[in-house]
C-alpha cells in the first residue's frame, strides 16, 4: 500500500438549501457556471484532484498545503468578485478548509 501526504479542501456552498428553494434551476445554472469558469481552472492550476461532488460541496487534494490553501484563497477572490453586483440573498458563497 503506498502512503502519501496530501492537504485536502473541503467547500461547501453557503445556504445551499435556501438558495434552492428560492431558485432551484437559477442555483443549479450559476453553480454549474462557477464551476467551470473559475473553480475548476483554479484547481487545474494548483494540481488539485476532485475527490467527491456533492450538490453543494467538494472535496478536493492537493500535493501540499500551500497548494490547497493558494487554490482557496484564489477561488473566494473570484468569487467575492462576481458577487459585487449581486443583491446579499442571491450570492454563491462557499465556506473552505483545509485539512
Do not use: W
Not at 503506498?2 to 437559477?26: C, F
Not at 445554472?29 to 481552472?41: G, H
Not at 468569487?79 to 465556506?95: M, T, Y
Amino acid at each position: 500500500m503506498e502512503r502519501r501526504l496530501t492537504a485536502i479542501l473541503a467547500a461547501d456552498v453557503v445556504g445551499y438549501s435556501r438558495l434552492m428553494g428560492t431558485n432551484e434551476s437559477g442555483t443549479l445554472a450559476a453553480l454549474d457556471t462557477l464551476r467551470t469558469d473559475l473553480i475548476n481552472p483554479k484547481i487545474a492550476e494548483h494540481q488539485g484532484r476532485i475527490v467527491k461532488l456533492t450538490g453543494d460541496g467538494m472535496l478536493v487534494e492537493f500535493p501540499s498545503v500551500v497548494n490547497a490553501v493558494a487554490c482557496a484563497a484564489e477561488i473566494q477572490r473570484g468569487i467575492r468578485k462576481r458577487n459585487a453586483g449581486v443583491p446579499k440573498d442571491h450570492r454563491i458563497e462557499f465556506r473552505m478548509g483545509v485539512n
